[in-house]
Structure formats: C-alpha cells, structure tokens
C-alpha cells in the first residue's frame, strides 16, 4: 500500500522558519515528480511548489517563490519544503503528493496527481 506521510508542521510567529518532511512509503517515486499544496477550509487546494525526478526542475507559486524552497532525497524516498520568512498567509494544512507518470514534467495542477499525504497543519501567527 503506498504511503505518503507528511511531517514538521506546527505553530510558529511570522517570520520563522519551518521544515515540512514527506516520506514515501509502499513504492518508490525516484522516477516521478513530487509537489508540496496547501488548503485553508472552504478554498481550493492551492499549489505551493513541485520538483521533477531529478531534482532539475522546480516551480513554486508566486506566493511563495523566494522563501519557500522544494528538495528530494530519492535514496531515502522523500522530498521536503523548507519554509523562510513565513507569514500568516501561509496559514493552511499543507499537503505532499506523487504523480504516477513517469518523465521530466512537473506538474503543477492538484489533479494531475495520483497520491496524496493526509496533511500537516501549519499556523502562523502574526
């Protein structure tokens, strides 16, 4: 059964730091692109950044892009969004996904997605 587990979220004030871990578990996604979205009750889940198989493509939202940083570990099977200058903005349960296809794309729409973590919370107060 294949897993995605997210961890590092918590409470921090605004302009802290916090570092989100998803550890892929059941198969590998060495080959796969892996993408990092947020989502606030009743709003759309949003896209926050996504990394290629490779590690040689990366995208974040404008939201975020400056302050928000994607990496993967293909030998330990997990990718993680390390988080700067945080704002309360970025108040959202934060999700890691894998996309099942196999290429050098990175996608950046929710639904092109085929497995899905259960979310970390992450609050940032003012």
């Known amino acids: 059964q294949v897993q995605l587990a ?21 198969r590998t996604f060495i080959s796969n692109a892996m993408g990092w979205f947020r989502q606030v ?5 949003e896209f926050v950044a996504v990394i290629n198989w490779s ?10 892009k400056g302050r928000f940083t994607i990496s993967r570990d293909n030998a330990k099977n997990t990718v993680t969004l390390q988080m700067n200058s945080l704002k309360p903005e970025d108040t959202a349960v934060y999700y890691c996904a894998a996309d099942n296809d196999y290429g050098l794309g990175a996608p950046v729409k929710w639904y092109e997605y085929d497995y899905w973590g259960q979310g970390t919370q992450v609050t940032v107060s003012s």
């Open 6 to 26: 997210e961890s590092g979220g918590g409470l921090v004030q605004a302009g802290r730091s916090l570092r989100l871990s998803c550890e892929a578990s059941g």
């Open 55 to 64: 590690g040689g493509i990366t995208y974040y939202a404008d939201s975020v």
């Open 41 to 45: 009750p009743g709003t759309e889940r």
